[in-house]
Antibody
Framework: EVQLVESGGGLVQPGRSLKLSCAASGFTFSNYGMAWVRQTPTKGLEWVASISTGGGNTYYRDSVKGRFTISRDNAKNTQYLQMDSLRSEDTATYYC????????????WGQGVMVTVSS | DVVMTQTPVSLPVSLGGQASISCRSSQSLVHSNGNTYLHWYLQKPGQSPQLLIYRVSNRFSGVPDRFSGSGSGTDFTLKISRVEPEDLGDYYCLQSTHFPDTFGAGTKLELK
């Protein structure tokens, strides 16, 4: 059974940093691209960042480029999202998602982790 | 970015009835390789989104055949026949043809 478990969320002040983790199990992690998607009541679902199987290729939405860094450790079956210079508009539930190459979409999602940026 | 417009915002249905959700994109979703990367998700209350339909009309693993997707170009439809209680929730379309991936704003399927 595919499982994705996020951790690391919480309350953080504007301008500070937070690092999310996503532990994967139930599939060969190194064979799949991965992504982070966030959700807010006002903006809905937004793709945030993606990373290739080996980690050599990364992609970001414009609003987080230069502030967020996606990475992965295939030996630990874990992906990460380092979030720096956080802003109030980054407040959201963040989901870890697996990218299914056959479906060419995010086919499995974690349960999500809440990030609140507020003073 | 490609704008995905879903209608209706809310869709009251009766159990056993049929539901139809529309998704329109601001530009064609036909990729240069000929494929169309339009997908549908269901987010049940308190849960994360789950993939229902990929590439317009393909049901994902374990998805019952009550769910069907159709469409082409910029106009797409998700149909749910014989609605069951576990079908209630928020439905989203997603395009992954053009960078970045973009989602529709959602359609809430609720009991009439």
């Amino acid at each position: 059974e595919v499982q994705l478990v996020e951790s690391g969320g919480g309350l953080v002040q504007p301008g500070r940093s937070l690092k999310l983790s996503c532990a994967a199990s139930g599939f060969t992690f190194s064979n799949y691209g991965m992504a982070w998607v966030r959700q807010t009541p006002t903006k809905g679902l937004e793709w945030v960042a993606s990373i290739s199987t080996g980690g050599g290729n990364t992609y970001y939405r414009d609003s987080v480029k230069g502030r967020f860094t996606i990475s992965r450790d295939n030996a630990k079956n874990t992906q990460y999202l380092q979030m720096d210079s956080l802003r109030s508009e980054d407040t959201a539930t963040y989901y870890c998602a697996r990218f299914g190459p056959g479906v060419r979409a995010n086919d499995y999602w974690g349960q999500g982790v809440m990030v609140t940026v507020s003073s | 970015d490609v704008v995905m417009t879903q209608t209706p915002v809310s869709l009251p249905v009766s159990l056993g009835g049929q539901a139809s959700i529309s998704c329109r994109s601001s530009q064609s979703l036909v990729h240069s390789n000929g494929n169309t990367y339009l997908h549908w998700y269901l987010q049940k209350p308190g849960q994360s989104p789950q993939l229902l339909i990929y590439r317009v009309s393909n049901r994902f693993s374990g998805v019952p055949d009550r769910f069907s997707g159709s469409g082409s170009g910029t106009d797409f439809t998700l149909k749910i026949s014989r609605v069951e209680p576990e079908d209630l929730g928020d439905y989203y379309c997603l395009q992954s043809t053009h960078f970045p991936d973009t989602f529709g704003a959602g359609t809430k399927l609720e009991l009439k």
